[in-house]
């Protein structure tokens, strides 16, 4: 009962920046989008997917520790939009970009991928060096 589709991947240089964004289309009256936690995700080549940062229905934002500053998470609740501002990018930020949002209203801020219901087809992020 909601679709997300992510836009804003493309190809940037080492030290570049780029701007992803999420936008929810939420098909189920009782899915207040304002209520659950969103977040974003990453799967580089080869590798499984790692969590990048989430943020709780209360505004709450958390970081996993290799993003050091340089990703900053916001959401338009109005506009049910996730954004991910990225600078500094690294040829180690390369992969697939997924936002995804929970099902469930939680307590925390989840940042285990196995919280989240809802999840978009991905945006390719390539930072070349």
């Known amino acids: 009962h909601v679709q997300l589709v992510e836009s804003g991947g493309g190809s940037v240089q080492a030290g570049g920046s780029l701007r992803l964004s999420c936008a929810a289309s939420v098909y189920a009256s009782s899915y207040i989008y304002s209520a659950y936690s969103v977040g974003w995700f990453r799967q580089a080549p080869g590798k499984e997917r790692e969590w990048v940062v989430s943020i709780g229905a209360d505004g709450r934002t958390i970081y996993a520790v290799f993003v050091k500053r340089r990703f900053i998470a916001t959401r338009d609740n109005a506009e049910k939009t996730l954004y991910l501002q990225m600078s500094s990018l690294i040829p180690e930020d390369t992969g697939m970009y997924y936002c995804?949002?929970?099902?469930?209203?939680?307590?925390?801020?989840?940042?285990?991928?196995?919280?989240?219901?809802?999840w978009g087809q991905g945006t390719q992020v390539t930072v070349s060096s």
């Open positions: 995804a949002s929970t099902g469930a209203v939680y307590n925390f801020v989840p940042t285990v991928a196995g919280y989240y219901l809802n």
